[in-house]
């Protein structure tokens, strides 16, 4: 037994605050409300967080589940999403609205929800946890029956585990910058032209500002691309949007492999941590929220069974229900992706059938497939090699600079 203070022992210690921790505890909380859960973060909240910000309302749905609603309240939800490389295009209402929502409002308000559950929250930046034969210790004076890595891409907790590092990442860097008239009410994404996938980004706050920003894969013979050469393509591909912006952050994204990659036994892992991030659109967001919940659950079920070492079975098993089939997808269509032909097929197939860009919009934001729909107008698409009906070469958006 280590020389852990009395006050310190818990039911469930989740590493990290975000999204995923959160949830975690709320997940956790909603199953047995008497659980004593601790979250621990590094920062004090409300704080930043490099991110698109978009909120997808499979997040909603997820987080309704475990009681919790409202957190949209004062946001503007936006009803367009707008495709392009070069001269392919497309722009279509969603299916359902998305959110974007600055990670300082959304997860300061997800934390007070956790808090108001029954969660502690405490600043704390682990360094260090060690499994024993009936805990897990943190730093030597936390102690845990059970342990939740919700800490990100560099994650302490999945180092912990022996899982290695998501095999392939992305570097992306974000800004805020004042809405131009042709960003105004819609997410707009500009498919790049170096490594793939590649896009910028000018996603409609509803406050006057927009969250804006470029991300592309790292390749494995080249280095990381430098700030100045992610704004230059930021640039390129939306006028205006790095000329204006500012409050610059860069960050990677583990991104999902074929399979999810769970731990057996009393830790866990969630979201970015566990490298859950859509290989085809680096979105996050709604994998952190739905496996923060699945985790939570799958933490409380075990103690109340009396058996704690098999929270992480538990999780891995609702994780793989939740997401295998949805993951075989995203890789494959991500593969694809790096095909400027392909993209252009799906663009163009999308601006032909709204249930075509529906299909592309579910695999981007939430656990959809490649549908037969989907497959077979990617296929029509790139027999006939469609023609442009413009010159070739990249066009960017057209927009304004602010007067």
């Known amino acids: 037994m280590s020389d852990v203070d009395a006050d310190d022992r818990w039911d469930l210690v989740v590493v990290g605050a975000g999204p995923a921790g959160t949830a975690t505890a709320l997940g956790a909380l909603a199953s047995r409300p008497g659980l004593r859960v601790l979250l621990l973060d590094r920062d ?47 722009s279509r209402p969603l299916a359902r609205p998305v959110w974007v929502i600055p990670r300082a409002v ?43 890595g919700a800490d990100g891409a560099h994650s302490v907790v999945r180092a912990v585990t022996g899982r290695p590092s998501a095999s392939r990442r992305a570097l992306a860097i974000r800004g805020y910058a004042g809405t131009l008239p042709a960003w105004q009410g819609r997410q707009i994404i500009v498919y790049g032209h170096r490594r793939q996938p590649s896009y910028a980004w000018a996603f409609d706050r509803g406050d006057g500002l927009s969250n804006v920003g470029y991300g592309e894969l790292l390749g494995d013979q080249h280095g990381a691309p430098s700030r100045t050469l992610l704004l230059d393509q930021l640039e390129q591909l939306l006028p205006g949007a790095a000329a204006t912006g500012d409050h610059w952050r860069a960050h990677h994204l583990p991104l999902s492999a074929w399979r999810p990659d769970q731990p057996t ?38 103690l109340a069974e009396g058996a704690p070492e098999r929270a992480g079975a538990l999780h891995g098993e609702s994780v793989r229900r939740l997401l295998s089939r949805h993951l075989k997808n995203t890789f494959v269509a991500a593969r694809l992706s790096r095909v400027p032909a392909v993209v252009d097929a799906g663009i163009h197939a999308a601006a032909r059938d709204q249930r075509v860009f529906d299909d592309l919009v579910e695999i981007g934001l939430g656990r959809g497939a490649i549908t037969p729909r989907l497959a077979g107008a990617l296929a029509a698409g790139l027999v006939r090699g469609r023609p442009s009906n413009r010159p070739s070469g990249h066009q960017p958006i057209r927009t304004s600079t602010p007067k």
């Open 44 to 90: 004090d909240f409300p704080r930043d967080k490099s991110c698109g910000d978009g909120i997808a309302p499979h997040v909603f749905d997820a987080l309704a589940a475990v009681g919790v609603r409202g957190l949209a309240d004062g946001w503007t939800p936006l009803r367009r999403l707008e495709l392009a490389r070069e001269s392919a295009s497309v």
């Open 106 to 148: 959304f997860d300061h308000r997800l934390a007070q929800r956790a808090i108001a559950a029954g969660a502690v929250l405490r600043r704390h930046r682990v360094r260090g946890l060690r499994v024993e034969a009936d805990a897990v210790v943190l730093d030597e004076r936390i102690r845990a029956r059970v342990v939740v």
């Open 265 to 302: 036994g009393r830790v866990l892992l969630v979201g970015d941590a566990a490298g859950l991030v859509n290989p085809m659109t680096g979105e996050g967001i709604y994998y952190a929220v739905a496996t923060g919940i699945h985790a939570g659950r799958a933490a409380a079920r075990a």
